[in-house]
């Protein structure tokens, strides 16, 4: 049984996926509860130009957690969180902070030589969290 369980979520099927596994959790009586995370990164936040309009981050993530709110079914998570900063550290850090007891993460599928070159998300937290860290892919 895990009390609290993290799902960072970044709007692509994978993490949708990680978002379903802990809703199944929920429903069956495994974990006690959700919550979501979504992490703008650095690199995301881009200096507008006046002829030019970029999606803001903020608005990208709000859509984003919504979309996992519509995946959690009537289940409903225990917190929606948006934070900013390196996405593995922020997970790692918020996980240990608020004393989550699991990690659900969806596997972006890099091929070898990205995974060599950019590392991985879930690669890194499965590296640094302390608690258990369950991949889907």
Known sequence: M????????????????????ARKLLEEGSAREVSLLYVVQASDVVAVNALELYDDPTI??????EKARKVMGTQTPAAVLLEAGLPADIICRIARKDNYDLII???????????????????KVVAAAHCPVLVVK
């Open 2 to 21: 895990f009390n609290k369980v993290l799902v960072p979520v970044d709007g692509s099927e994978a993490s949708m996926k990680a978002v379903e596994t």
């Open 60 to 65: 990208v993530a709000k859509q984003v957690l």
């Open 105 to 123: 993460i969806g596997n972006r599928g890099l091929n070898r030589i990205k995974r060599v070159l950019l590392g991985s998300i879930s690669s």
